[in-house]
Nanobody, 125 residues
């Protein structure tokens, strides 16, 4: 079974930086897309950043220029470097991965999606 575990959350002052890491393990034939969602109190879940298997990245407008998503397939990890943090960045951040977990899914090109349990990021003075 595929497991997704986030780490690196915590309390940081406005303008500070924080790095989130996500490690995946289990029966994975091939990694596909990876990235991060977040959900703030009273807000809808939003896609923060994603990165394709080819390295193409995408960011929410609210974090462009401040956040950087990266992946290391050799380590089966995806990271989110967050800089110039703002109070509105406060949220629970969820890692997600799309991956192939069986050879049949590879053949038909149908990856499966998995989520971590979330890590709290609080930006406050």
């Amino acid at each position: 079974q595929v497991q997704v575990v986030e780490s690196g959350g915590g309390l940081v002052q406005p303008g500070g930086s924080l790095k989130l890491s996500c490690a995946v393990s289990g029966r994975i034939i091939r990694l596909y897309a990876m990235g991060w969602y977040r959900q703030a109190p009273g807000k809808e879940r939003e896609l923060v950043a994603s990165i394709t298997s080819s390295g193409t990245t995408s960011y929410a407008d609210s974090v462009k220029g401040r956040f950087t998503v990266s992946r290391d397939d050799a380590k089966s990890t995806v990271d989110l470097e967050m800089n110039s943090l703002k109070p509105e960045d406060t949220a629970v951040y969820f890692c997600f991965i799309s991956c192939f977990t069986s050879y049949s899914s590879v053949r038909v090109g149908a990856p499966n999606d998995f989520w971590g349990q979330g890590t709290q990021v609080t930006v406050s003075s």
